[in-house]
C-alpha cells in the first residue's frame, strides 16, 4: 500500500460542536447495501438550511481538509458517516475532540482524524478562512500553514503507523487464527 | 492480587494476544446484526472469500428499515426492501440465525437478543449499531462498531482493540413515583454532557440499581453513548439471575447455542459471580449522583444533555459558556422554544413510545397504567410500537393492546419505528414529537421534526394532555381523591 505521510490541503471551518453521524448523513441514505455513493449527501441537512453552511460557499470548494469543533461524529456508529466524508473528498478532519466510535471509524477507514485544543482549533479555523493553505504530516505529528503555523499533534504510535502504512485489520487478525480458535475451544471464553 | 472491577475482568477473560505498544485481539462471544449496518460487512467477506468463522455465535434480526403496518411483508422502499433481502441471503448462506417477521421473536436487535437468554454475564458482545451498550445490563462488555469492525468479527470473533478507561457512576437515594430509570441516565447525561465519558466504559453502581428490574437496567446502559461511553455495565445479581433462568427456563435459547454450556444452574452462577467487580477495585473516574430529588425529565434542545426537570424552565443562554452557548441558541431556534420559558404546557403533534430504549413490555406496562380510562388528545397521533413480536404478544395477552386502543393510541409492529427517520413512520416536519427514544438530534425522527426525550410515563402522560406534562399525578395517591 501507497504511504500517506501529507496531506496538502486548504481547510474547510464547520464551527459547530456536537457534529453527530446523523447530520453528516442522514439515517434516510443508510438503506443503500453499497459502502458508495455517499459523497452527495454529506451534511445534506445543513447544506439544506443555509446558502452560507460552509460547503455551499465558493471560498471553500474543493478543500481537503475539514476543521470542526468538539465531539466531532457522536451519536451512531454508522461508518457510512466516514465513507461520505472520505467520498466527497476531505483527506483529514481536524477538532479538538472526536467520539470514540467515529474515530475508530475513520483510523479503519485511513482518514486521519487529529485532535487538537481547541484554542489551537480556533486560530487554524482562522487560517481556513484566510485561505491558508495546509500540510499535514504524519510522520512528524505536525499541521503547519502558509502563514507559519505550526502544531504539534498527538497521536499515539500505533495509530499514526496505521495511518501511514495503510494496516489492515482483518489480515492482521486471520493471522491470529489459531489463537484465536483455540481460545474459543479451549475454554478460556467467558470465564 | 490486583483487585480488578467487571469491566477488567472480562478485558482479562477475553484477550487472545497482546503485546505490549499494540492492541489486543479481543475474543467476541455474541455478534447481533441487523439489516443497516450488517450488508457491506458480508459483501467484503464474499469478495475475499472469507467465510464466517462462528455462525452459531450470532444472531440477526430485521428492525430499522422495516414498516410496521400490519402488512409488513410488503416494504414499498425499493431500497429498504433490497436490503432486508439481502440480510436474508447472507445469513442463510453463513448459517446465522435469522429472527425474521413471524418468526414470533423478530424485533430491535437490543429487545430481543436478552430476551432470547443470548446474553450472559461476562461476554463480549458486538454489534454494528451504538445501542449495543444496552447488553451492559446483564454484565457484559457489549459496544457498537462500524462495519469494518464488524467483517472483522464475523471473520475472526476477535477485535483488534485497545482498552478504554474505566469510570464508575455510582447512584443514592430513591426515586419518587412516577420518575424512572430513564430520567437517571437523562439526568446523568446533562450532568457530564455527551462526551463527558468519551474514553470511558461505565459501571453503574449503586442501591437503586440493585433495586431495579433487568427492563430498567437495561434503558440506563442503552443510553451509556449518549454521554459518549461506548459500554454501561452492571454487576449481574440475583435479579439478573432470575431473568436468565426464565429466560431459559421457557427454552427460548435452543440447546446448540454456544452460550448453552454443559453446566449445572448452580455452577454456571459462582461462575458469572467470578465476574463482579471486587470489592475496594479502582477506577480512572468516579462520580456519584443522589436520586432523592430527581424530576420527571425532558430534553428542550437538540442533543440529550440538552434537558430539564419537566417542572423547571428552559436555561436562559446567558448562563451557559461557549461554544455550549452557541449551540444551545441554534437548539431553541430549532425546536421552536424560548429561554426562561416553561417546557411543561408546550403543545406536542405527537407520541411515541417504542425503541431499544424503552420498547420494552414494563415500558408498555407503565404507559397503559397511565393512559388506562384515558383518552388521546384529540390534536395527537400517539405510536405504541412494541419492541419484539414477543413483547407484542405480552402486551396482547396481559390486556395492555385494548387499553391503547381504548384511548385512541395506535398499536403498531415491532421495529425501531419513529426513532431514527429511516422507514415508513416519521414525523412530519414543524411538527413536535414526545418519545420514549435516545436521541433529539435535529430532523432524527424526519427532516425539521422536532424531538423531546422522555419516559414512557411522561410521554402517555403529555398524550393525553396534549402538551408536555410531568407524569407525576398518575402516579401519587392524590389522582384518586
Known sequence: MKELIKIVSQAVPIEIAHINTDLIIPAKHLT?????????????????????????????????????????????????????LVQYGFA??????????????????????????????????????????????????????????EMKFEMDSYTQYRLIYGVNDIDYLLKHLDEIKSHFSGGKANE | MKKRNIIEKIWDAHSIVQHKGHPAILGIDLILLHEVTSPQAFQTLEQKGIKVLRPEACLATLDHSIPTRVNRNEIFDASAKNQVQKLREYTKTAGIRLYDFDSGHQGIVHVIAPELGAIRPGMTVVCGDSHTSTHGAFGALAFGIGTTELTCA?????????????????????????????????ALIAQIGTQGATGYFIEYTGEPISRMSMEERMTICNMSIECGARAGLINPDEV??????????????????????????????????????????????????????????????????????????????????????TSAKKALNYTKLSEDATISGTSIQWAFIGSCTNGRIEDLRIAASVIKNQKVHPGVTFYIVPGSEQVMKQAREEGLVQIFENAGAIFRMPGCSMCLGMNDDRVPSGQRCISSTNRNFVGRQGPGSITHLASPATVAASAIAGKITSPIPYFSQSRFV
Open chain 2, 154 to 186: 464475523l471473520a475472526t470473533s476477535a477485535l483488534l482493540m485497545s482498552p478504554s478507561k474505566t469510570m464508575r457512576v455510582a447512584f443514592k437515594g430513591s426515586l419518587r413515583p412516577g420518575v424512572f430509570s430513564k430520567d437517571i441516565i437523562l
Open chain 1, 92 to 149: 483529514a478532519i481536524i477538532a479538538p475532540s472526536y467520539s470514540d466510535i467515529f474515530f475508530n471509524n475513520s483510523i479503519k477507514n485511513r482518514l486521519p482524524v487529529i485532535s487538537l485544543n481547541a484554542e489551537a482549533v480556533q486560530e487554524l479555523i482562522q487560517e481556513a478562512k484566510s485561505n491558508e493553505e495546509f500540510e499535514i504530516n504524519l510522520q512528524d505529528k505536525t499541521v503547519r500553514t502558509s502563514s507559519g503555523v
Open chain 1, 32 to 84: 443503500s447495501t453499497e459502502k458508495s455513493g455517499y459523497g452527495p449527501y454529506l451534511f445534506q441537512q445543513l447544506r439544506e438550511e443555509s446558502k452560507n453552511f460552509p460547503l455551499n460557499l465558493e471560498q471553500f470548494q474543493g478543500r481537503r481538509i475539514l476543521i470542526a469543533l468538539e465531539n466531532f461524529g457522536c451519536g451512531s456508529s454508522r461508518e457510512h458517516a466516514v465513507w461520505a
Open chain 2, 240 to 325: 439478573t439471575y432470575r431473568y436468565l433462568k426464565e429466560r431459559i427456563a421457557i427454552g427460548s435459547t435452543p440447546e446448540k447455542w454456544p452460550e448453552n454450556r454443559n453446566e449445572e444452574w448452580d455452577e454456571q452462577v459462582e461462575r458469572w459471580n467470578r465476574f463482579k467487580s471486587d470489592p475496594g477495585c479502582v477506577y480512572d473516574k468516579e462520580i456519584c449522583i443522589d436520586l432523592d430529588e430527581l424530576e420527571p425529565i425532558v430534553t428542550w434542545g437538540t442533543d440529550p444533555a440538552q434537558s430539564i426537570g419537566v417542572n423547571q424552565v428552559i436555561p436562559n443562554t446567558d448562563g451557559i459558556p461557549e461554544p455550549a452557548r
